[in-house]
């Protein structure tokens, strides 16, 4: 936020020239944070990624609408007005285009606040703190920035040295100005072929949306890397963790990153087999290697590059199942540890659920970046059963319950009493020996209390049979369901489920049974149709809002026309900059459709007042253009270089942000570039034909009106 700030105020001295202007603008923008920050105390906001991302992106913005003011104001004191009188006829010129610019791209965000699931919850405070930030500097812009200016402005050019900079840049600028001016009149005196090329340009643009991936969330270095292992059910614990062990020192030995290591294996002694804690298998054959690698700042590699490079480690254990991942743990809380990639299947035959299921997970397997498919259902895990004869039981005065809870405490124990030594309690459990349970024969002679007092050997009324443990079975929606997943390598999300879909169709359904393709995929589908509602209806709230400020629906819809430049802009930094189009990226979508029409708010304001003064539309047009150039290109580079410091952001978690800046970079820069031309070519052509249409309705009335005098004049005659 602090890097943004300051690269701000260096683009207001550069295009000010005046280091008391710069001072002015330099007070507007902590003036506007301090309201934000009084906002989010009253609504219970805290300091997090989130909102320092918000504020990050809000710092180039603030100031646009106190550029607009503070250029406009310069401009009257270029014309030799007094300071006073120049604060408030600039300010007042301007205040119907900053209140149009900031509404826009207030109401915006409007539908974001009320959107739900995890778009709501992520995106919330964003769009709350950005339109407090946005609201602020428009009254700071309107009060504070004119009251500075005329009691700080008393001189606009230096003297000495800084007089002769200020001469000479500004010959730099009114070459900027002169040539935008030429062009400008080209384009406008060729409006037909300017309009061909430049939708050429962007209709060819949309041959690039092949080459934009797709996916849910951007995948975050956070420096953890996971590592699993899963030998056959019934694997002792001491031999898993032998497994574990070495695993874990190769792992050391094959990462130069790391920094720390976890090695678990086994189960917790309440814990139930096949549990899932934190999305981690738990049992005697199971084990887990966690590994955080060093910052970001002091490694080449990422933690996804890292895992790449160690997949070869997964086949060193015959008959064991190895998985090495890089973890995200934004991904991890919202899928609760699942893959991105799921196919539910729905149906009640269990063996018919199994077929289909393999079928499925061989065909997953074969597609290109796919990796670590499995399904749910696991096979039992082997255990020896006490049948209990109920009959023999009941003859001899043992109840159910006292087998069972016997059984138990000699064999996995329980907590009888509490053991109390300097202030520290320390449990004491009660089993049987060590010699004592380590046979199966043992077991049979194991003393079960009867009702009577006396006891009896749990041979005499049981038996063991070998069998296998309960499968878990889940269920979804009143429906048995099996899940087979898959992770994501080397590819994104949106290809990947792409192929998957066209897997499926391949696959025969059997009767009483459904499949559909879940897990992220289904996640991105459901936010990009509510973020898709958003950007509709924040379009929508931008029209009104223009059409109220130019009292005119033809204007707003020439404005409007810059959004798909904007999108365009926005194309081609995806490309350029290989990032994919995710929930982040499209929340900048949604921002450039509010913040792109800013420019052509101002230009055609500025356009209306010339006209009114009793300019023509070419030369308004042209007039126009050449006085809002310096405040269109200031607004714009504030917002991009405020914005820089995010999309080259690189620590933990940056990720996630760097695609929704570097997005709305690129549509900006584009826009803002046809903004200029286009805007003018579109007003200059609907106004003109508008002009002709009145001209050809006043000639056709004034003819009417002749023949009417002639009429008459041949009555009286």
């Known amino acids: 936020v602090t890097t943004g700030g300051i690269f701000v105020i260096l683009v207001i001295l550069l295009f000010l020239r005046n280091l008391r202007g710069g001072i002015i603008m330099a007070i507007t923008i902590p003036t506007s944070m301090i309201v934000t920050f009084l906002f989010m105390y009253i609504k219970g906001y805290t300091i997090n990624m989130i909102s320092l991302t918000s504020l990050s992106i809000a710092i180039g913005m603030v100031v646009d609408n106190g550029i607009v003011v503070l250029e406009n104001i310069f401009q009257h004191l270029e014309r030799g007005a007094r300071p006073r009188e120049a604060a408030l006829e600039g300010a007042a010129e301007v205040s119907g285009a900053i209140m149009a610019s900031t509404l826009t791209t207030v109401v915006i965000f409007f539908p974001v606040v009320f959107l739900g699931g995890i778009v709501g919850v992520l995106f919330s405070q964003l769009a709350f703190m950005i339109t407090i930030a946005l609201l602020s500097s428009l009254v700071v812009a309107m009060a504070l920035v004119p009251t500075l200016a005329s009691l700080m402005l008393t001189q606009i050019k230096p003297r000495g040295v800084l007089g002769w900079l200020y001469e000479k840049s500004e010959l730099g600028f009114k070459a900027l100005e002169s040539g935008y001016r030429f062009l400008l009149g080209v384009a406008i005196h060729n409006k037909l072929l300017t309009f061909t090329l430049i939708v050429a340009v962007t209709l060819s643009s949309v041959l690039l949306v092949p080459y934009v991936g797709t996916e849910f969330m951007p995948q975050n270095d956070n420096g953890f890397l996971q590592a699993s292992i899963e030998l056959p059910p019934g694997t002792k614990k001491e031999v898993t963790a032998k497994y574990a062990r070495e695993l874990s020192a190769r792992l050391y030995k094959a990462i130069p990153e790391i920094q720390a290591m976890l090695t678990s294996w086994g189960k917790s002694s309440d814990s139930a087999i096949g549990a899932s804690f934190g999305g981690q298998q738990q049992g005697d054959n199971y084990a887990t290697v966690f590994m955080s690698l060093v910052s970001k700042r002091k490694r080449a590699r990422s933690n996804k590059e890292v895992s790449e490079s160690l997949q070869h480690l997964t086949t060193i254990f015959p008959g064991a199942l190895v998985k090495i991942s890089?973890?995200?743990?934004?991904?991890?809380?919202?899928?609760?540890?699942?893959?991105?990639?799921?196919?539910?299947?729905?149906?009640?035959?269990?063996?018919?659920?199994?077929?289909?299921?393999?079928?499925?997970?061989?065909?997953?397997?074969?597609?290109?970046?796919?990796?670590?498919?499995?399904?749910?259902?696991?096979?039992?895990?082997?255990?020896?059963?006490?049948?209990?004869?109920?009959?023999?039981?009941?003859?001899?005065?043992?109840?159910?319950?006292?087998?069972?809870?016997?059984?138990?405490?000699?064999?996995?124990?329980?907590?009888?009493?509490?053991?109390?030594?300097?202030?520290?309690e320390h449990d004491i459990y009660l089993r049987l020996r060590a010699k004592?349970?380590?046979?199966?024969?043992?077991?049979?002679?194991?003393?079960?209390?009867?009702?009577?007092?006396?006891?009896?050997?749990?041979?005499?009324?049981?038996?063991?049979?070998?069998?296998?443990?309960?499968?878990?079975?889940?269920?979804?929606?009143?429906?048995?369901?099996?899940?087979?997943?898959?992770?994501?390598?080397?590819?994104?999300?949106g290809s990947v489920s792409k192929d998957v879909e066209t897997m499926l169709k391949t696959v025969k359904t059997p009767e009483g049974f459904s499949i559909q393709l879940a897990g992220a995929r289904e996640e991105q589908n459901e936010s990009f149709s509510l973020l898709m509602l958003a950007m509709g209806l924040g379009a929508l709230l931008v029209y009104f809002v223009m059409a109220a400020q130019f009292e005119s629906l033809r204007d707003p819809f020439i404005i409007l026309f810059t959004i798909p430049f904007a999108m365009m802009g926005a194309l081609w930094s995806f490309v350029i900059s290989g990032q994919t189009l995710s929930m982040l990226s499209f929340v900048g979508l949604i921002m450039l459709v509010g913040i792109v029409v800013n420019n052509g708010i101002v230009l055609v304001d500025y356009i209306n007042i010339l006209r009114a003064r009793g300019m023509g539309v070419i030369e308004a047009v042209m007039q126009g253009g050449t006085s809002r150039l310096r405040p269109v290109l200031m607004t714009t580079i504030t917002t991009i270089i405020g914005m820089i410091p995010l999309s080259q952001s690189t620590g933990e978690g940056s990720e996630m942000w760097v695609a929704m800046a570097t997005v709305v970079i690129g549509g900006l820069i584009v826009s803002t570039f046809i903004t200029l031309f286009f805007v003018p070519i579109m007003y200059t052509f609907f106004e003109l034909g508008h002009q002709r249409r009145i001209d050809r309705k006043l000639a056709r009335r004034k003819k009417q009106h002749l023949t009417e005098l002639e009429l008459a004049k041949e009555q009286n005659a």
């Open 326 to 424: 890089a973890e995200d743990q934004m991904q991890s809380m919202i899928f609760g540890g699942g893959k991105p990639i799921t196919v539910e299947i729905y149906g009640e035959n269990e063996y018919v659920a199994s077929t289909l299921a393999t079928t499925i997970e061989q065909k997953l397997k074969k597609i290109p970046g796919t990796i670590e498919v499995e399904i749910s259902r696991r096979d039992g895990v082997p255990e020896m059963a006490v049948m209990v004869d109920r009959e023999k039981a009941a003859m001899m005065g043992v109840n159910m319950y006292t087998v069972g809870n016997t059984v138990r405490t000699a064999f996995n124990g329980i907590t009888v009493s509490k053991f109390r030594e300097a202030g520290k």
């Open 436 to 493: 004592d349970r380590s046979s199966l024969k043992k077991l049979m002679y194991l003393k079960i209390p009867t009702v009577a007092g006396g006891y009896v050997d749990l041979g005499n009324i049981a038996t063991l049979e070998q069998s296998q443990g309960p499968v878990a079975i889940e269920r979804k929606n009143q429906q048995r369901i099996v899940k087979v997943s898959a992770g994501i390598m080397g590819r994104d999300l």
